[in-house]
């Protein structure tokens, strides 16, 4: 083996729990103001401007980053806490997420100062919606066979192509976009690949959404014709993207809502089953609860290695790929325990709704964040298997 895989045994400090306190609090005041339901299928992939606003103004978005732009300088421990409240309360965080997640982080790393004084502040007030374009038609999350290509030009570069599986491209303001500006080379495929930030109003960028089974279009195709972007929308080295991008996906792949998307059903199970679940219930939580509990402790560990500058890649794939197989097979389990519950209880009809949403997002869930597949190519890599 030629990688020295670590999972730290962090544990949450104990200013995390003042802080999830808060955020629970004004959790609870926002579901009592109607603004979201936790119960309610689909709530939490809701995209509110005037709710993430407000989380902006309680200073939750870009909680790690310089206050010179915006942000608060806590910690990734606390980042996860908001990130881990949210999720389980369903909250619809999904117009800021993004942004705070990942985009912020690499604009901090790799924009022009005007651009981090312009952009940053406005992510940090919730007011900026960001998608990211990685994937193609016909090379999926293999991020190196991209060809969508940038051709230089006066003042900038000339976009042409396609991009696909864009979660919120229908409703954000900028991409982060990966394009090929060279070829690659003969002995490195990654070579050619550079990074920009695309504002998604520029002319000859066009947005197709992608109905999933729930009726919804959370993933999009985005095309470019002839779409221009300025010189100073290049971000860090030309042709040499592939290493900063390689170092984002660890804070996409790592965090819990990598595990949680469909972990509503579990907790409506835990209400339907009552504080004395029979054998074969509690048998069937427990063994749900105790894998949740572990994937928790793996992500809350690459967060403190996150934390520590370190770059988790493969840690972070491996919460990736554990967390996905986990929240789709969810739902099934969870049908499976239900079905030995007395036939009528007082949220049956809640849990069946929950039931059929998740079962209808489940499959896409293999698609965001990177497919099982090439997740496990780079685990096998890490581990000096290929």
């Known amino acids: 083996m030629t990688a020295d895989l670590q999972f730290d045994p962090i544990r949450l400090p104990p200013d995390c729990a003042k802080l999830r306190e808060e955020v629970r609090d004004f959790l609870a005041e926002e579901i009592a103001a109607g603004t979201f339901d936790p119960h309610q299928p689909g709530d939490g992939e809701g995209y509110n401007r005037a709710f993430s606003r407000r989380v902006g103004a309680k200073g939750w978005i870009g909680m790690t980053w310089p206050r010179q732009y915006g942000g608060h300088e806590r910690s990734q421990l606390e980042r996860y806490v908001v990130t881990e409240e949210f999720r389980v309360a369903n909250a619809p965080s999904h117009l800021h997420f993004v942004a705070d ?41 293999d991020l190196f066979a991209a060809k969508t290509k940038a051709t230089k030009t006066d003042g900038g570069w000339r976009i042409n192509g396609s991009k696909i599986w864009t979660t919120s491209a229908q409703v954000a ?34 947005v197709n959404p992608i109905n999933q089974m729930t009726g919804k279009a959370g993933f999009n195709e985005v095309v470019f014709q002839d779409a221009f972007v300025p010189d100073d929308h290049v971000l860090g080295e030309i042709d040499g993207a592939w290493k ?67 770059e988790p890649v493969v840690e972070g794939s491996i919460v990736k790929d554990l967390g996905t197989v986990w929240e789709q097979k969810l739902p099934g389990r969870v049908r499976d325990l239900a079905a030995f519950l007395e036939s009528e209880f007082v949220n049956r009809a809640t849990l069946e709704d929950q039931l059929a949403y998740a079962t209808t997002i489940a499959p896409k869930l293999t698609i965001q964040g990177g497919t099982t597949e090439i997740l496990r190519g780079i685990i096998a890599r890490g581990l000096g298997l290929r």
């Open 101 to 141: 997640r990942q985009s912020g982080p690499v604009l901090l790393k790799y924009a022009p100062e005007h651009i981090k004084q312009d952009i940053l502040p406005r992510i940090c007030r919730g007011e900026l919606c960001f998608a990211i374009g990685m994937s193609e038609p016909g090379s999926g999350s």
């Open 173 to 206: 303001d900028y991409m982060l976009a990966l394009f090929r500006t060279s070829p690659p080379s003969r002995d490195n495929r990654r070579y050619g690949l550079t990074q920009f930030l695309v504002p998604m109003k520029t002319p000859g960028i066009t």
């Open 244 to 310: 900063q991008a390689t170092s984002e996906l660890a804070y996409e792949r790592s965090g819990p809502e990598r595990f949680l998307d469909t972990f509503y059903v579990l907790l409506e199970l835990i209400r339907a089953a009552g504080p004395e679940p029979d054998l074969r219930c509690a048998e069937g939580l427990g063994r749900l609860v105790a894998q949740l509990h572990t994937l928790r402790r793996m992500s809350v560990s690459v967060a403190g290695m996150l934390q520590a500058g370190k």
